[in-house]
């Protein structure tokens, strides 16, 4: 898959796309439905199958100050991709210059003159251009002017109810990564290098992978089951593990983050790139009396773990 950040000055196999277009935080069925259908119509047409995307998600650009909301950052959302077989990824900044253009005008100088997509997957409720002003009718009319050919995806469900990134994060905010999983149609994933920390874990036993979520949604602080992709390096590989997720309460005042051990692991993975899936979660954080007591519940907790994971 290429990445193209700038829909300028683009020829050859770069232009001519058939597009999904949207913000695909999560990636999830619904977004795949979508996806689905573009890579479909490129199929059919002979081009390249696309998605047109922005970086940072418009919600940050307009309310830097909000809570962290993002299910994936764009590092997970571009692997996600490259794994339904998308084959040209526009992840266009999203700055001043595309805030301020209209609908027409999205349409015209991204789509028609800039990207030159060939065809057009919107969702049913998906809005575009200055005070998100176009919606799909106003799609469809600029296709039909333009020379693009335009199809409205319909909202899925699941268990009768509409997918959609808020009940993604209402689970995970819950515990409930399994129901997070039904909607994403994949396991919810943290991606990133491995970063230092205070090795607290090698000295009790349990050597963990420290990443960062900052950005992202916090799932609820606790213990997971987890599956891990080592997305990089000698190594690179899928394993089982279990991780803390959160702030560390028997340790002061931290910022969150996700600390991993990975089943039966022996290496250095500093600075490789983890996709760590949560599978289920075990408990909530706790702040232990002693040293021996939280040692004790990292054996549960592993061993827990494992018995989970086989049985997946």
């Not at 950040?5 to 770069?14: A, E, F, I, S």
Request: net charge neutral.
């Amino acid at each position: 898959m290429r990445i193209l950040r700038d829909y300028t000055g683009l020829d050859g196999d770069d232009r001519g796309a058939s597009v999904a277009i949207g913000n695909f935080d999560g990636v999830h069925t619904g977004h795949r439905t979508v996806i689905a259908l573009a890579t479909d119509k490129a199929a059919r047409l002979g081009v390249p199958s696309g998605v047109l995307t922005f970086e940072p998600h418009p919600r940050q650009y307009f309310a830097p100050d909000t809570p962290p909301f993002r299910l994936m950052n764009a590092e997970a959302r571009a692997n996600r991709l490259a794994r339904l077989g998308v084959q040209r990824l526009y992840e266009l900044p999203f700055d001043d210059a595309l805030a301020g253009l209209s609908a027409e005008a999205f349409a015209h100088d991204v789509l028609h003159r800039g990207i030159g997509a060939r065809h057009v997957v919107i969702g049913a409720d998906f809005r575009f251009g200055k005070g998100r002003a176009g919606d799909a009718a106003a799609m469809q009319r600029f296709g039909d002017d333009m020379g693009f050919a335009v199809t409205i995806a319909r909202m899925v469900e699941t268990n009768g109810t509409d997918v959609s990134s808020t009940r993604i994060r209402e689970a995970l905010s819950d515990g409930r990564p399994a129901d997070a999983a039904a909607m994403l149609g994949h396991l919810h994933r943290i991606e990133g290098p491995v970063l230092h920390g205070a090795k607290r874990g090698r000295e009790l036993g349990y050597p963990t992978a420290n990443m960062s979520i900052a950005g992202l949604h916090p799932p609820a602080h606790g213990v997971y089951a987890v599956t891990v992709e080592i997305l990089d390096g000698p190594q690179a590989g899928h394993y089982g593990g279990v991780a803390s997720l959160g702030v560390r309460p028997m340790f002061g005042v931290n910022e969150a983050n996700i600390e991993t051990h990975i089943f039966d692991f022996i290496g250095d993975l500093y600075g490789r790139h983890l996709s760590v899936g949560l599978v289920a979660w075990l408990r909530g954080e706790e702040k232990f009396g002693s040293l021996d007591a939280l040692i004790a519940q990292m054996h549960d907790d592993s061993a827990r773990a494992r018995r989970i994971l086989a049985a997946a």
